[in-house]
């Protein structure tokens, strides 16, 4: 009787479970992606809940956690681990700072038609206007005694007609500081432009 109690209660007893380690060898050992899933799935909380703190977006989060999951099957195998968790936690960090700064790069900001088409400026950086040359001839001149940011972000703008994001891509300077220096930059203009008509 004794007998069938311990049996009875070494059957019901729950399986041992794998550490960290133990099931990060398994995977490396063997291959199987089940060894690695059954791992990650423990940390699924932890990751998303970076993933959270660095994109604001819950469907981010999320999409950034199942992509995780497919990188983090051959970085494993590429990588010497002491401490899973801490390991996870700053890959995963990375991941979305790496997703953030590609989104900078492709940043589309919406074209405001009024904002070039009243304006003055544009109307006299239009090569085919030559009905007022001693304003067109003003322009030009105040545009070279701009600061080297504003004149180029005033030419990339409106003379090579590039938007905010385009400028960003191939100047380096952030957003912000583009929309600075146009403001910045059309102003001075217009003052200068006053100034020498």
Same mark, same amino acid.
């Given at each position: 009787?004794?007998?069938?109690?311990?049996?009875?209660?070494?059957?019901?007893?729950?399986?041992?479970?794998?550490?960290?380690?133990?099931?990060?060898?398994?995977?490396?050992?063997?291959?199987?992606?089940?060894?690695?899933?059954?791992? &990650?799935?423990?940390?699924?909380?932890?990751?998303?809940?970076?993933?959270?703190? &660095?994109?604001?977006?819950?469907?981010?989060?999320?999409?950034?956690?199942?992509?995780?999951?497919?990188?983090?099957?051959?970085?494993?195998?590429?990588?010497?681990?002491?401490?899973?968790?801490?390991?996870?936690?700053?890959?995963?960090?990375?991941?979305?700072?790496?997703?953030?700064?590609?989104?900078?790069?492709?940043?589309?900001?919406?074209?405001?038609?009024?904002?070039?088409?009243?304006?003055?400026?544009?109307?006299?950086?239009?090569?085919?206007?030559?009905?007022?040359?001693?304003?067109?001839?003003?322009?030009?001149?105040?545009?070279?005694?701009?600061?080297?940011?504003?004149?180029?972000?005033?030419?990339?703008?409106?003379?090579?007609?590039?938007?905010?994001?385009?400028?960003?891509?191939?100047?380096?300077?952030?957003?912000?500081?583009?929309?600075?220096?146009?403001?910045?930059?059309?102003? *001075?203009?217009?003052?200068?432009?006053?100034? *020498?008509?």
């Amino acid at each position: 009787m004794l007998f069938y109690c311990i049996t009875v209660a070494f059957l019901r007893a729950k399986p041992v479970q794998m550490t960290d380690e133990e099931l990060l060898s398994s995977y490396r050992l063997t291959g199987k992606t089940d060894s690695f899933g059954r791992l &990650y799935d423990r940390y699924i909380p932890l990751v998303y809940g970076v993933c959270l703190k &660095y994109l604001q977006d819950a469907d981010d989060a999320q999409d950034a956690v199942m992509q995780l999951f497919e990188d983090l099957l051959t970085k494993v195998l590429q990588h010497e681990i002491k401490t899973f968790r801490t390991w996870l936690y700053t890959v995963s960090k990375n991941h979305c700072l790496q997703i953030l700064r590609e989104k900078e790069h492709t940043v589309q900001v919406e074209f405001q038609a009024d904002f070039m088409e009243s304006d003055e400026i544009l109307h006299l950086l239009d090569e085919d206007v030559a009905d007022d040359d001693e304003r067109v001839q003003a322009l030009h001149k105040c545009l070279e005694q701009l600061p080297d940011v504003q004149r180029i972000s005033i030419t990339l703008f409106f003379m090579d007609e590039l938007s905010y994001a385009e400028i960003v891509e191939s100047t380096g300077y952030s957003l912000k500081s583009v929309k600075s220096y146009l403001q910045n930059g059309k102003r *001075n203009l217009k003052i200068c432009i006053e100034q *020498n008509v």
